[in-house]
């Protein structure tokens, strides 16, 4: 008797294709409304303190931009619901790009708050409405994969901006690093056409007011609130805190802290496709309070950019985790109320950080007021230990 053996090979189902045309057109508006944001956010705060403002015009700065995005942002859903992707993509870049230029106009400290306050509301258009509109073009098969890229892509803007902004602004002039933010969120808005203007999404909708309410959601936002305190700081006070004559150790520690994110970012995207992200959670926030709390000793070239490193790490993590981890928990409808609820916290976490060290700082000088940042942030430790084991996904 003959035994007959299948060799048939089984089949393999294909993986959903990530780099798709709208992803590749989100991309383009994602780059410009980056780099445009990051061109200016450590470059305004020595603006308006070098127009006399002092140390507190820095953190007015900082955090007007911060406190104008965190109420864009909670507005932003409703307006997608209204007026569709599009319109509030193009509108945000345009108010990222266009207020650039008047800022070349007046050093007055109540002129450049103005200014940071149109660029908020414009930078929370585009980061709420393009990060729900992003989240529905990656296949969910490919969550952490998809969002580890467009980490990248998005963490490539501060990587080269924050540094280059720093060194424009020393060898050129402020007017350049003003004209060169405008340009590219303005350039940007080529793109937006060719993205989709609605999609349809699976689930019940819900609100902010809810998502504030559900505790699944709520932990991974405050922790990554607390870890964006001190981004804000970094890059508010940091070309402040190190010796006038360190322009070079800024720029240094500027591009490694946005270098050692990016990378983190997508090590964590990754690794939460295959362990889950609520795992990696705690360690970005050690790591993140760590690298602050190293930033005491400013006066040591060394340990500062160490410093940075050790808390870009922290920060990636921490970024891909949350991110991940809050889309997964519920249905593509929550997706909009997802992505603001998770860039409130960046910039609420950065806004109130830029503000409230100013004044820290201006009392107890910049060695003390890192260690008490620090410090603090170690108070995000009860949640993020709440999520380091799997929950039920949607």
């Not at 303005?186 to 819900?206: N, T, Y």
């Not at 809810?210 to 932990?219: C, D, N, Q, Y």
């Not at 870890?227 to 890059?235: R, S």
Request: hydrophobic share 55%.
């Amino acid at each position: 008797m003959t035994e007959t053996l299948d060799s048939t090979p089984p089949t393999l189902v294909p993986r959903p294709p990530l780099l798709t045309r709208p992803l590749l057109l989100r991309f383009v508006s994602i780059l410009g409304a980056s780099t445009s944001f990051y061109l200016l956010l450590s470059v305004v705060p020595g603006y308006a303190t070098a127009g006399g403002g002092g140390v507190g015009a820095a953190g007015l700065a900082t955090g007007a931009l911060m406190l104008a995005t965190v109420v864009g942002e909670l507005a932003t859903p409703g307006l997608v619901n209204r007026y569709g992707y599009r319109a509030v993509l193009a509108v945000g870049l345009g108010l990222l790009g266009a207020p650039a230029l008047a800022l070349a106009l007046s050093r007055n400290l109540w002129w450049i708050v103005a200014v940071c306050l149109l660029r908020g509301l414009g930078f929370a258009f585009t980061v709420v409405a393009g990060g729900a509109l992003t989240a529905s073009l990656i296949p969910v098969e490919r969550r952490g994969e998809g969002l580890a890229l467009v980490g990248i892509v998005s963490g490539v803007p501060s990587l080269v901006a924050l540094p280059l902004s720093v060194w424009l602004a020393a060898h050129t002039g402020y007017g350049v690093v003003f004209a060169a933010g405008a340009v590219v969120a303005l350039a940007a808005i080529l793109a937006v056409p060719g993205l989709p203007d609605r999609i349809r999404a699976s689930g019940r909708p819900f609100g902010i007011g809810e998502g504030l309410r559900t505790a699944e959601l709520l932990r991974p936002a405050v922790v990554f609130a607390i870890t964006a305190v001190a981004a804000g700081i970094v890059v508010t006070f940091l070309p402040l805190a190190v010796p006038a004559s360190a322009t070079g150790l800024v720029a240094v520690a500027l591009f490694v802290q946005p270098a050692a994110a990016t990378v983190a970012r997508w090590l964590a995207g990754r690794h939460g496709d295959r362990h889950g992200p609520g795992r990696l959670v705690l360690p970005g926030l050690l790591l993140s309070a760590a690298g602050t709390l190293l930033m005491v000793l400013t006066s040591s070239p060394v340990a500062v950019v160490v410093a940075v490193g050790v808390f870009g790490i922290g920060f990636g993590v921490a970024q891909n985790a949350t991110l991940t981890l809050m889309y997964a928990r519920v249905h593509a409808a929550g997706y909009g109320t997802v992505s603001a609820l998770w860039n409130f916290a960046y910039d609420a976490g950065m806004g109130a950080g830029a503000l409230a060290f100013g004044w820290l700082a201006a009392g107890t000088g910049y060695p003390w007021a890192f260690a008490l940042t620090g410090t603090v942030m170690l108070t995000a430790l009860a949640p993020a230990w709440r999520d380091r084991t799997p929950t039920r996904n949607h």
